[in-house]
C-alpha cells in the first residue's frame, strides 16, 4: 500500500456551518411556496444534506440515488451506471440534487437528464463543493457552499477509499509517498 496521509484543514467545521445556514436560507426563500424534493446523492452527499434539510424553514421530500462512474479521465459524459433509484415520484415537483462535490460533472450530466425524463417542474444543483475549472460536461451549480481548485478535499461526508467521511470538517489530503 505504501504512503501515509496528510490532512490539512480547508474549512472548518464553523465555516462549513454557516454556508450550510445561507443556502438553506436562500433555498427555503427560492422554493417557498412550492413542492420540493431534495435527492442526495449516496454516499457522500449525507453529511450535506442533513445539516442542509435541518435548516430549511420549508417543508421538503427526501430521497437518495447511488451512482458509479469509472475513473473521470475515460469516460465520457453521462457514461455512468446508477446503483440506486429513488422511490419518489417527481413528476411536477421542484427537484434540487444535493451533491457533495462536482468536478468533471460526468456524474451529475448523467443524473440532471434521468431526472429530466420523468417531467419535474424542475431541477436545479446545490452542491458543497464546486470545483468548476475541471468541468468536461455543462452542468449548472445553482447552489454552490465552496469554489475549489484543484486538490483532494476529504471529510464531512467526503471520503479516500471509504476513509475520512466521519470527520466533521474539510480537509485537503495529500498523499505521503514512502517509495523511492
Ligand atoms: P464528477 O463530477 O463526475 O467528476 O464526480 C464527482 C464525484 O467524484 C463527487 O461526487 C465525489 O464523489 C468524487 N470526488 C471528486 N472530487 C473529490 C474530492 O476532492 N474528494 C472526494 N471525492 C471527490
Ligand atoms: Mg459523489
Known amino acids: ?17 454557516s454556508r450550510v445556514v445561507a443556502l438553506a436560507n436562500q433555498i427555503s426563500t427560492d422554493y417557498q411556496n412550492q413542492q420540493l424534493v431534495l435527492i442526495g446523492v449516496l454516499k457522500g452527499a449525507f ?4 445539516d ?11 430521497d437518495f440515488v447511488s451512482l458509479s462512474s469509472y475513473g473521470s479521465q475515460t469516460v465520457s459524459c453521462g457514461d455512468v451506471t446508477m446503483d440506486k433509484d429513488i422511490k419518489l415520484d417527481i413528476r411536477g415537483k421542484h427537484v434540487l ?9 460526468i456524474t451529475l450530466s448523467y443524473l440532471m437528464a434521468l431526472l429530466k425524463s420523468r417531467q419535474p417542474a424542475s431541477v436545479d444543483v446545490c452542491a458543497l463543493i464546486d470545483k468548476h475549472e475541471r468541468r468536461q ?20 461526508g467526503l471520503d479516500y477509499n471509504e476513509q475520512y467521511r466521519e470527520l466533521p470538517q474539510i480537509c485537503h489530503l495529500e498523499l505521503e509517498s514512502n517509495c523511492c
Open 137 to 156: 460536461c455543462d452542468v449548472q451549480v445553482r447552489y454552490a457552499g465552496f469554489t475549489t481548485q484543484d486538490g483532494f478535499l476529504v471529510g464531512y
Open 47 to 50: 453529511v450535506f444534506l442533513s
Open 52 to 62: 442542509l434539510a435541518r435548516s430549511l424553514s420549508i417543508g421538503a421530500q427526501i
Open 97 to 105: 440534487v444535493v451533491e457533495d462535490i462536482v468536478d468533471t460533472g
Open 1 to 17: 500500500m505504501g504512503g501515509s496521509h496528510q490532512l490539512t484543514p480547508v474549512f472548518t467545521r464553523e465555516t462549513i456551518h
